[in-house]
């Protein structure tokens, strides 16, 4: 899952738990039943009778199909975009990667960070799993870690924190 032009060389990337598989998944097909619902009753209606002169008839069906198509996909790819989740700790700074289609390595210099904060949906909870979320001075520049151990996280925060506070004293 290297890719040479934007990985560094050499670089041992730590990766997210494999139970975040187990979330993105449950909360695709959560997401997707209700836009399944939401955008399906008009088909059903017009199905079933209720709706009997229900405009263009068949045409009601494809957004629910549309749906349907898309978490499937979202589904079958999560697998390989779990696996493109990763961080690497290095000396001056914190490395992030994602992406499947569209990958990105994202540096995050340890004196420019701000803040550390750490969530857990009610989801990632019933998984032992939490999001730590790095923030910088730069609008728009922050990273965040999905999937992450609860013990992981506490030891991320707290060790990102100490690293960014010893380095921006040296500023």
Same mark, same amino acid.
């Given at each position: 899952?290297?890719?040479?032009?934007?990985?560094?060389?050499?670089?041992?990337?730590?990766?997210?738990?494999?139970?975040?598989?187990?979330?993105?998944?449950?909360?695709?097909?959560?997401?997707?039943?209700?836009?399944?619902?939401?955008?399906?009753?008009?088909?059903?209606?017009? !199905? @079933?009778?209720?709706?009997?002169? #229900?405009?263009? +008839?068949?045409?009601?069906?494809? /957004?629910?199909? &549309?749906?349907?198509? $898309?978490?499937?996909?979202?589904?079958?790819?999560?697998?390989?975009?779990?696996?493109?989740?990763?961080?690497?700790?290095?000396?001056?700074?914190?490395?992030?990667?994602?992406?499947?289609?569209?990958?990105?390595?994202?540096?995050?210099?340890?004196?420019?960070?701000?803040?550390?904060?750490?969530?857990?949906?009610?989801?990632?909870?019933?998984?032992?799993? !939490? @999001?730590?979320?790095?923030?910088? #001075?730069?609008? +728009?520049?922050?990273?965040?870690? /999905?999937?992450? &151990?609860?013990?992981? $996280?506490?030891?991320?925060?707290?060790?990102?924190?100490?690293?960014?506070?010893?380095?921006?004293?040296?500023?």
């Amino acid at each position: 899952m290297s890719n040479p032009a934007i990985d560094p060389e050499g670089l041992a990337w730590t990766r997210v738990s494999p139970r975040h598989l187990t979330v993105v998944v449950l909360s695709t097909l959560l997401s997707t039943l209700f836009w399944f619902a939401a955008l399906g009753w008009p088909a059903v209606l017009a !199905a @079933t009778g209720v709706w009997p002169g #229900a405009p263009l +008839g068949l045409l009601l069906l494809l /957004p629910p199909a &549309a749906v349907l198509a $898309a978490g499937l996909l979202s589904v079958l790819l999560a697998p390989r975009r779990v696996r493109a989740i990763g961080y690497a700790e290095r000396g001056e700074d914190l490395l992030v990667r994602r992406g499947l289609l569209y990958q990105r390595v994202t540096v995050i210099p340890y004196g420019r960070m701000q803040y550390v904060d750490v969530s857990v949906s009610p989801l990632q909870r019933s998984f032992g799993l !939490a @999001t730590v979320k790095l923030h910088t #001075a730069a609008v +728009g520049s922050h990273a965040e870690i /999905p999937g992450v &151990a609860h013990a992981e $996280a506490s030891r991320l925060r707290e060790r990102l924190t100490a690293r960014g506070e010893a380095l921006l004293a040296g500023l």
